[in-house]
């Protein structure tokens, strides 16, 4: 029965801001600001055009407009000085670099052909290793001031350009010399210290001049090089990967592999990268190491500062055993000693299967360039010409876990496993298997509670069907997990909807039984959805609050910490070792809709996944762990509930305007009810007398990220908010594994 609140007969055509007493405002657009034009310079000074190229080249306004050189000297990198810095060379008279001068490409009057471009000092038709053509040279866009960011966005004087960003510092570790962000610790002209170059063949390694690298570099040039992530030298000297490309276990790839991310053209781990900790351009200060992602005086647990990074000298490879110490090419750091790399023995790949344990891939190759994520515990990625999970079969050929479980599933099966198989998770394993080649993926548990952790009591609230209504069928398999706040399935489950379960047939005032309202601002139970009520998630959601829809103004969490009738299917699962993702379908349907579209009646489908090994790279899962949100084309947060039929074409099941005026309601986008009201036959939401029950939507796509090989829980939840009248319900379906990091979200 409804509240007082809500007591009578069904509005049709009744404002939500009535109904609610919302109330909304429109922004006021900001004064927009215009910036006024430099005074020209005076006539007597250098008449030399005062752009950011000519400061650092000219003689005549070097480093400043009003700065010449003296007889005899040359402009470098923005300074009067007896010889070119900052790897330049002096041809005719100028400081030139030639890996990227078209007129003197490699080396003094090399001019490139018609059509071609300088890059890395060689001629060529296309730019190279992550350089961008401006004009007619081959440009760093992250390090040059005349084309910093895109071509064309010159820095101002005083400024250098770093990370792609004009600013008076530079970012990323790097060091300002002259008008150019340098690595001191590798650039032979500013080695340690800015002007202090390297002589006789030497080369700058770990801010040191020597006759050889360190810490894991190969000698390039003049220059210490990481060929595993150098876009200019990847897998070897001279090899430059193509413009779009990123150099990435030293082979040139469109992403970043291996839980590195891509900052600016080179792969780095944010977990160490004193650099870029935790996110690409985060900078530790000095003195300070980058130890799991986060700026700190002391390495934690079992890591060794090395440098300015904190390392595992029991497996790095550039500091095994000891800082410094760095393994031969092919070779393997295994318990801190380096070891020549022999798949009969050895776990060459580290993906913790041998040879002997069916680890079909230890080695690059034939099998990819990335063998650690094929192995026993990977899941088959069709159409990539691999065995990944090696059983002997390849893409198309291999549809065992492919195939779905769902034909003989009871509608009222109350085996949480079974609802978990309805919606495609096929494949079970262990928490903690007996050997570690046994630590495959698939389900370790499932629970059905309500939101608060404790167990759930009606039987109604849940259901496999094999159609939901008249016209929604599965999205995988022969059946779907209905879950419902008020009926997912008739008494006798023998009907594809709620009709005879509810009265009059329809979903509209059902209390589970025995009725639930639980506090999961208080709740206990680890299982409990308290987690996610508080935490923020600015703009979306406050701490302790539901999340508001853009649309919607403040004012629609009335009684936000009670969940009525709540149902939640919990999932505890490992993830192959070859994913980065997972995804899922739901539908949403309501009997709130329309009339209490933004009000206090705002009833709560979440999706909430937790990650208990680490945050996923490189895109973390929310802060508040809540995959059911949708991000539009304005970047607007908006959680999926009815509330998005006020701003998006999401809601799409539904009676629109056009067809029955007198049911629409104030608050609703007119973009709604697109798909007209088929999909609502036969549900318990479909027409009753003049209007609609309520709506939906279509199906929708979720998706979260995960660690590869790693625990991950998934708890989606639905229930009644404000009171237990007026229900809603969710269909589920189509689970799959993806390889590829996403964004987390629902579209």
């Not at 306004?61 to 003296?70: N, V």
């Not at 007129?103 to 471009?117: D, I, L, P, S």
């Not at 060529?124 to 040059?144: E, F, H, R, Y």
């Not at 190491?289 to 300015?308: P, Q, Y």
Request: hydrophobic fraction near 30%.
């Amino acid at each position: 029965m409804r509240f007082s609140s809500r007591s009578g007969a069904r509005r049709c055509g009744a404002s939500s801001s009535q109904l609610a007493g919302a109330q909304r405002s429109a922004s006021s657009p900001g004064a927009a600001s215009t910036l006024q034009p430099g005074s020209a310079p005076p006539a007597s000074k250098p008449t030399t055009t005062c752009t950011a190229w000519a400061r650092a080249k000219s003689a005549a306004i070097c480093g400043a407009c009003d700065t010449a050189c003296k007889s005899g000297e040359l402009c470098s990198a923005g300074q009067c000085a007896s010889q070119c810095l900052g790897g330049t060379t002096e041809c005719s008279n100028k400081c030139v670099d030639t890996q990227i001068d078209p007129a003197n490409c490699g080396a003094c009057g090399t001019t490139c052909k018609t059509g071609e471009v300088c890059s890395a000092g060689q001629c060529a038709s296309q730019c190279l290793g992550g350089t961008a053509l401006c004009g007619n040279k081959c440009v760093d866009t992250q390090i040059d001031p005349a084309n910093c960011g895109t071509c064309g966005t010159a820095c101002s004087g005083g400024e250098v350009c770093s990370t792609g960003t004009c600013g008076l510092t530079c970012s990323g570790g790097t060091t300002k010399c002259g008008t150019v962000c340098v690595d001191t610790n590798s650039d032979s002209t500013n080695c340690g210290t800015c002007g202090n170059a390297c002589t006789g063949g030497q080369v700058c390694s770990t801010g040191t001049c020597g006759l050889q690298c360190s810490g894991g570099a190969i000698k390039c040039g003049t220059a210490c090089v990481v060929t595993d992530t150098d876009p200019a030298n990847c897998g070897g000297c001279g090899n430059a990967c193509p413009s779009g490309q990123v150099c990435s276990t030293g082979t040139c790839s469109l992403q970043c592999s291996g839980g590195t991310t891509k900052c600016g053209s080179t792969c780095v781990d944010t977990k160490t990268d004193g650099a870029n900790c935790g996110t690409c351009g985060t900078a530790c200060t000095s003195g300070q190491i980058c130890n799991n992602g986060t700026c700190a005086s002391v390495c934690g647990g079992s890591l060794t500062k090395c440098g300015n990074s904190c390392v595992n000298t029991q497996i790095d490879l550039a500091n095994c055993g000891t800082c410094g110490n760095a393994c031969a090419p092919g070779a393997k750091c295994v318990t801190g000693t380096c070891q020549q790399c022999n798949s009969a023995t050895t776990d060459c790949d580290g993906d913790g299967w041998l040879a002997s344990e069916g680890d079909c891939c230890d080695k690059p190759g034939t099998c990819g360039s990335e063998p650690q994520y094929v192995n026993p515990g990977a899941v088959e990625v069709v159409g990539n010409g691999i065995d990944d999970n090696c059983n002997g079969k390849i893409d198309l050929f291999d549809q065992e876990d492919a195939l779905p479980c769902d034909q003989t599933l009871a509608s009222n099966s109350a085996t949480a496993g079974d609802y978990a198989k309805a919606i495609g998770v096929c494949r079970t394993t262990t928490e903690t298997p007996a050997a570690k080649k046994d630590k495959t993926w698939g389900l370790i548990t499932a629970e059905l509670l309500r939101a608060d952790g404790s167990a759930l009591g009606d039987v109604r609230a849940r259901s496999i069907r094999p159609k939901f209504g008249t016209n929604n069928v599965p999205i995988e398999g022969g059946s779907m997990a209905v879950f419902s706040s008020g009926i997912a399935s008739d008494a006798t489950q023998t009907n594809p909807g709620p009709n005879g379960g509810a009265p009059g047939g329809f979903n509209v005032s059902t209390s589970h039984a025995p009725s639930s309202s639980v506090d999961i601002s208080t709740c206990t139970d680890a299982r409990c959805i308290k987690d996610w009520f508080t935490t923020a998630n600015p703009p979306l959601k406050a701490a302790n609050a539901l999340p508001v829809a853009p649309n919607c103004g403040s004012g629609t969490s009335g009684g936000p910490n009670l969940a009525r009738d709540s149902v939640m299917l919990r999932l505890r699962l490992r993830a192959p070792t070859n994913a980065r993702a997972f995804s899922f379908n739901s539908y949403f349907l309501s009997a709130e809709y329309p009339e209490y579209v933004c009000t206090n009646y705002n009833d709560q489908l979440v999706a909430l996944v937790d990650t208990p090994s680490g945050a996923p790279s490189p895109i973390p899962n929310p802060v508040d762990k809540n995959l059911m949100t949708y991000l539009d084309t304005a970047s607007k947060k908006w959680p999926i509930g009815i509330n998005i039929a006020a701003g998006t074409s999401l809601f799409a099941v539904c009676e629109s305007q056009a067809t029955n005026p007198g049911c629409w309601d104030t608050s609703v986008n007119a973009a709604s009810c697109g798909a007209g009201i088929t999909g609502l036959l036969g549900t318990g939401f479909e027409k009753s007398g003049a209007c609609t029950v309520g709506g939906g939507t279509f199906w929708l796509t979720t998706a979260g990220n995960v660690v590869p090989g790693q625990i991950v829980e998934l708890r989606i939840v639905v229930w009644d908010v404000g009171d237990t009248a007026y229900d809603s319900s969710m269909l589920l379906d189509g689970f799959k594994w993806l390889s590829n990091a996403t964004l987390p979200g629902t579209g």
